[in-house]
């Protein structure tokens, strides 16, 4: 593994090559401070993750940490399953010392973006009170909420009408059929509402269209109620609808100059082991359920613009996106083009595979004897002969374990096993057992007791008849594998909501100061 210097790095990021920069650190950790396009891939999930956003084994791989020792585990781990070109930078703070930018935060890349969105092409918008105005005085408005279907129906905006951001050029006209209908596109905050109305406006919509200036938190904060548990969304798209939405995704195809290719282009990229390719069917989720391509991932295309780092981990990559209808896949393009994505292409195809692709897991399952099922946990814990610690998410921890379980964080394990009463057999569990067995190994060259690593994890227990409990949580560690968005933070959510607005209205200057970033824009 070779180090790399902050400026070796930032070349890196110039030269055009294909590039991952991995950033090791729990999510929280992450969030606190971390190079523009780092990928977070906590070390405590590396052999779940890692395969999916890094597929390629010749990849370029810069890993980063707090200079803690991540790296050279998470480097043993990749080594042994095959990545050959792997790099690392001698902690983050090496990069802020040689006069770098870091970025708080989760998916900056994609809200940089919106922010640079709107700025470039001084998308329309107006605040909650307008749109209140307009709501109680019944004007011809038509609310379409551009989030996926459980973030709307989590909270929305009174008479939203839940279209995710890739579908609503294909569904417009048949819902604002008037071109005397003003449309206001929403989110929870600001990116999706711009780059939502930003599409329309960009394919050409007849109707006055404008974003909700901060999403459902403006509307909160605001002082008005939103919706919860509502299930409005849109119907099947009408013949009419679908022709006005295949004339405006060939305009805004040949503007933003977005390619199609077909199926034997495809599949000789697919073979091409020079470069990395990534698969994203853009369309609905039921949609990909019922039918798609081979091997493609399903990627709704909103969110693929929305968490551009949370899907493709390779900079410089090829990237495939499908949609029989062609519509989804182009305004998904025409933005990824626009973020720097050069080689990005359309394929119209739906496809006949029921199945996702395979998790990809990296690193082998734990040897008979260091697993144990569940008849035999529900024996030991009888007799008060086993600790049960459980590497699962936080969120998920807290939501249902084992009863008696402890709370770890994989990469954190040592420490957390210091603060834990030991007694009997230390067994590992997690949601499905995954984890648990990749760490079981790790485990037993900490403690001077059995080691096991409970078969199918806390989903087994559950099938097989036991109980899993919210009670008697017992945290042997921080919960720092999660970021939390503003409204699921426990206290004072109407201050982490303008901090977070205040945070993205602030990002382009930030962006500019780093200069990283080679978002396009595109004149009319």
Not at 186 to 208: D, E, F, H, M, W
Not at 219 to 245: Q, Y
Not at 383 to 390: I, L, Q
């Amino acid at each position: 593994m070779q180090m790399v210097s902050p400026s070796d790095l930032k070349a890196m990021l110039a030269d055009g090559q294909e590039l991952a920069i991995v950033d090791l650190r729990e999510e929280l950790i992450f969030s606190q401070g971390h190079l523009l396009f780092a990928r977070s891939v906590p070390l405590s999930r590396l052999e779940l993750k890692f395969a999916r956003l890094v597929p390629r084994r010749g990849t370029r791989i810069v890993l980063c940490d707090d200079a803690d020792g991540l790296v050279e585990r998470a480097a043993d781990i990749l080594a042994r399953a095959g990545y050959t070109n792997l790099h690392t930078l001698d902690g983050v703070a090496a990069w802020a010392e040689g006069g770098f930018e870091l970025f708080s935060g989760v998916n900056v890349p994609s809200k940089a973006f919106g922010e640079f969105i709107e700025h470039a092409s001084a998308t329309p918008s107006i605040d909650a009170a307008e749109l209140e105005r307009l709501m109680r005085e019944r004007s011809d408005i038509v609310v379409l909420d551009s989030r996926p279907f459980d973030e709307y129906q989590r909270v929305s905006i009174p008479t939203a009408v839940n279209v995710p951001g890739a579908e609503l050029v294909l569904r417009v006209r048949d819902l604002a059929p008037s071109p005397q209908t003003t449309v206001v596109v929403n989110c929870a905050g600001r990116t999706r509402s711009i780059i939502g109305a930003q599409s329309l406006i960009n394919a050409g919509v007849p109707n006055k269209v404008v974003a909700l200036r901060n999403g459902t938190m403006g509307w909160t904060l605001a002082g008005f109620d939103c919706d919860s548990g509502k299930a409005r969304r849109a119907g099947d798209v009408s013949r009419e609808g679908l022709a006005w939405a295949k004339a405006a995704a060939e305009r805004v195809a040949r503007r933003f100059g977005v390619a199609r290719i077909d199926l034997a282009t495809l599949e000789r990229w697919r073979s091409d082991d020079a470069r990395t390719l990534y698969l994203f069917d853009v369309r609905d989720p039921r949609e990909y359920d019922a039918g798609h391509v081979a091997g493609a991932v399903s990627a709704p295309g909103g969110q693929l613009v929305q968490a551009t780092d949370q899907y493709a981990g390779t900079l410089g990559a090829r990237i495939v996106l499908i949609d029989p209808a062609e519509v989804r896949a182009v305004m998904t393009a025409s933005w990824l083009r626009q973020m720097g994505w050069r080689d990005v292409s359309v394929v119209a195809e739906a496809g006949r595979d029921t199945a996702p692709p395979p998790a990809q897991i990296l690193g082998d399952p734990p040897p008979a004897e260091l697993r144990i099922d569940c008849a035999g946990l529900a024996a030991l814990m009888a007799r008060n002969e086993a600790t049960v610690v459980d590497l699962s998410l936080s969120r998920d921890y807290l939501r249902a374990h084992i009863p008696g379980a402890w709370f770890a964080i994989r990469s954190r394990l040592k420490r957390a096993l210091a603060k834990i009463p030991l007694q009997g057999t230390l067994v590992l569990t997690c949601e499905d057992g995954v984890l648990a067995g990749r760490a079981a190994m790790e485990a037993r060259a900490l403690v001077d007791r059995p080691v096991r690593a409970l078969a199918g994890g806390n989903a087994a227990w559950l099938a097989g008849g036991h109980a899993l409990t919210a009670d008697d949580g017992r945290m042997a560690d921080e919960a720092v594998d999660a970021w939390l968005k503003p409204y699921e933070r426990p206290q004072d959510k109407a201050a982490a909501m303008r901090e977070y607005l205040s945070w993205e209205i602030d990002l382009p200057a930030r962006i500019a100061r780093d200069g990283s970033a080679n978002f396009i824009e595109f004149r009319p």
